[in-house]
């Protein structure tokens, strides 16, 4: 196995982790790029576990205006249906209030919802974004009022030091997260909150498939780094898919991490993707004898992977799930639908291809529609 220098703290010692994979990989844009190899590791020294390769190397010509095209708006299913910006913002003022007024950045605006949704609530404050991405142009739209920056962060020169920083879904992004942490450090005021929303990887171990998260974070871990960084968490939202800190500067502490805690959640992660991707080949295999039509449930990388996993990369016609926002698109050679439409697509048995947390009531939501449900074997 070659060596190569963990992002984080440089060591050179890594464990590799399920898939060794090369081919048509998928990002979490639901698009697909050719010739993408998962290169997925675990750091010896400091627990980083991270992907090698997938877009590393070479993010500056994929997170572009031209090449990043940004999904549909997600949404977040709770006691109420939210976009999962919404929520996000709810979650944030919870953990720690925000102040009548000051200037609020953006950190990867997407397309902009986030602040549109900030400036309904607190019309007081300056806003502005950095989206090097696809969603820039439409960002610049939806929130006129906001200096856009369409340009990677280490390239921006802020006016006016930050009040407020928000950092949703980009860190994973990043070839170097702790130097992306010591810019938000250096441009934030004095007194200012940082608020952070992250995949947890803990609980999404489909993202060992997916091409542009190049690194997995998990809480513990990203407490650590931000403490490195000159960030003190102050307040957390944790246990569920996606997890939320509210920080403030600090003095940087040495980077005190778990590697064997990480390892651990890395193998473990292993484990439920293997099984995921033979759940899907159940799925396939019944459907088969039967007679009848195989699905997967849920957008996460591993259902839109499995099928290349298992050498059948046009097995799959049909991606089921809930958030209507998706239904129609096409990722890769299947179309998403909602479940009401799987009668009549001649669906028979779907597999699902979603995060742990949410096995049990999604098999207990597709009880009602006459499916065989596969879920992974663990």
């Known amino acids: 196995m070659q060596k190569v220098s963990c992002p984080v703290c440089g060591g050179v010692e890594s464990i590799r982790l399920y898939p060794e994979y090369s081919g048509t990989c998928v990002t979490s844009q639901l698009d697909f790029l050719a010739h993408c190899t998962l290169d997925?590791?675990?750091?010896?020294?400091?627990?980083?576990?991270?992907?090698?390769?997938?877009?590393?190397?070479?993010?500056?010509?994929?997170?572009?205006?031209?090449?990043?095209?940004?999904?549909?708006?997600?949404?977040?299913?709770?006691?109420?249906?939210?976009?999962?910006?919404?929520?996000?913002?709810?979650?944030?003022?919870?953990?720690?209030?925000?102040?009548?007024?000051?200037?609020?950045?953006?950190?990867?605006?997407g397309r902009g919802f986030f602040l549109e949704y900030f400036s309904r609530r607190h019309p007081g404050w300056e806003m502005f974004a950095i989206e090097p991405g696809g969603g820039q142009m439409e960002h610049a739209q939806r929130i006129p009022g906001a200096l856009s920056y369409g340009v990677p962060y280490y390239k921006v020169e802020l006016p006016h030091k930050m009040d407020c920083i928000v950092v949703m879904s980009v860190l994973e992004h990043l070839e170097d997260p702790l130097a992306a942490l010591r810019w938000i450090v250096r441009n934030l005021a004095d007194n200012g909150?940082?608020?952070?929303?992250?995949?947890?990887?803990?609980?999404?171990?489909?993202?060992?498939?997916?091409?542009?998260?190049?690194?997995?974070?998990t809480p513990s871990y990203l407490e650590a780094l931000c403490a490195h960084a000159g960030l003190k968490v102050v307040a957390g939202n944790t246990g569920r898919v996606m997890f939320n800190f509210a920080c403030k500067a600090a003095v940087p502490s040495p980077l005190c991490t778990d590697a064997r805690q990480a390892l651990d959640i890395a193998h473990k992660a292993e484990h439920i993707a293997q099984a995921s991707v033979a759940c899907v080949r159940e799925a396939?295999?019944?459907?088969?004898?039967?007679?009848?039509?195989?699905?997967?449930?849920?957008?996460?990388?591993?259902?839109?992977?499995?099928?290349?996993?298992?050498?059948?990369?046009?097995?799959?016609?049909?991606?089921?799930?809930?958030n209507q926002n998706v239904w129609g698109r096409q990722i890769g050679n299947a179309t998403v639908i909602g479940p009401e439409r799987m009668a009549e697509c001649g669906i028979t048995d779907v597999a699902l291809a979603i995060s742990p947390t949410y096995w049990e009531v999604v098999s207990q939501k597709l009880a009602a529609y006459n499916v065989r449900v596969h879920r992974p074997q663990t």
């Open 284 to 322: 396939l295999e019944t459907a088969s004898r039967q007679g009848g039509t195989a699905a997967v449930f849920g957008t996460s990388p591993v259902g839109s992977m499995a099928p290349y996993m298992l050498g059948c990369p046009d097995a799959i016609h049909w991606i089921v799930d809930e």
């Open 40 to 109: 997925n590791r675990c750091c010896d020294s400091c627990g980083f576990i991270f992907n090698a390769a997938g877009v590393r190397g070479r993010t500056n010509l994929v997170y572009t205006q031209q090449n990043w095209k940004p999904k549909p708006q997600v949404l977040s299913f709770g006691n109420s249906i939210k976009s999962q910006q919404e929520r996000a913002l709810d979650v944030f003022e919870e953990m720690l209030p925000m102040p009548g007024s000051g200037r609020i950045l953006d950190f990867g605006a």
């Open 193 to 217: 909150i940082v608020y952070m929303q992250h995949p947890d990887f803990e609980h999404l171990p489909g993202d060992l498939f997916c091409a542009d998260h190049i690194g997995k974070l």
